[in-house]
């Protein structure tokens, strides 16, 4: 009984520390746009997720880079985790409702926002978006190797973009994908050339 007893114990406090990993999230909803609504969650140990909808069984799984977490979770810190007003006040035109959530030790703070002055707020909502842009893209190239092939290129393309640009992020997720496409002939050569060099270059910076 108390082996029993013991385990229960620690099967509860191992539920209440992985609770108590810090985490962020972003959504934002722009009836209109394609999509039209996200959802980004991103844990300190990079683990993440992106979701166009509100079932979490819908979720794409990421793992970023420790320092674009790094990053995030600092960029955070400066905003005093989000338990201030970030909304600037002008009148500006729509651009999506915003909204940025942290959760950790205990406490949880939410702000909404339309457009910010604050720089800090606009460079963590640009990284959800490439985060965005990214999972978006790590789709398009599943589906693009399951159901179209001619349409793989575009998506390398794109990833290419991504990388020249420093906004792909989750690199590790693309790799399984990138390889494939490398070593498969019904893929055209274009496609296979451009998939081998970018897998390349990522691990070449990861090490």
């Known amino acids: ?4 007893a013991a385990m229960l114990l620690a099967a509860a406090l191992g539920i209440a520390g992985a609770q108590e990993v810090p985490r962020i999230t972003f959504s934002k909803s722009f009836p209109g746009s394609q999509p039209a609504f996200f959802l980004i969650t991103v844990e300190r ?15 794409e799984k990421l793992q970023l880079e ?10 955070a810190e400066r905003l005093d985790h ?22 950790g030790g205990g406490e949880s703070w939410e702000t909404k926002f339309n457009y910010s002055t604050n720089e800090d707020a606009k460079l963590l909502a640009d990284r959800f978006e490439a985060i965005a842009v990214c999972a978006q893209t790590l789709l398009e190239l599943r589906r693009a190797i399951r159901h179209d092939r001619l349409g793989v290129n575009a998506a390398v393309l794109k990833i290419q973009g991504l990388w020249n640009d420093k906004r792909l992020v989750a690199t590790a997720d693309f790799l399984p994908m990138l390889d494939q496409v490398a070593k498969d002939e019904v893929y055209i050569h274009m496609a296979r050339e451009r998939a081998a060099q970018i897998a390349d270059a990522i691990r070449a910076r990861s090490k």
């Open 1 to 4: 009984m108390k082996f029993a």
């Open 66 to 75: 420790p320092s674009v977490t790094s990053d995030m979770f600092q960029t």
């Open 45 to 59: 140990t990079g683990v993440s997720s992106y979701n166009e909808s509100q079932d979490p069984d819908n979720a």
């Open 82 to 103: 989000f338990n201030k007003p970030l909304e600037s006040g002008l009148k500006v035109a729509n651009m999506g409702v915003k909204t940025l959530r942290w959760e």
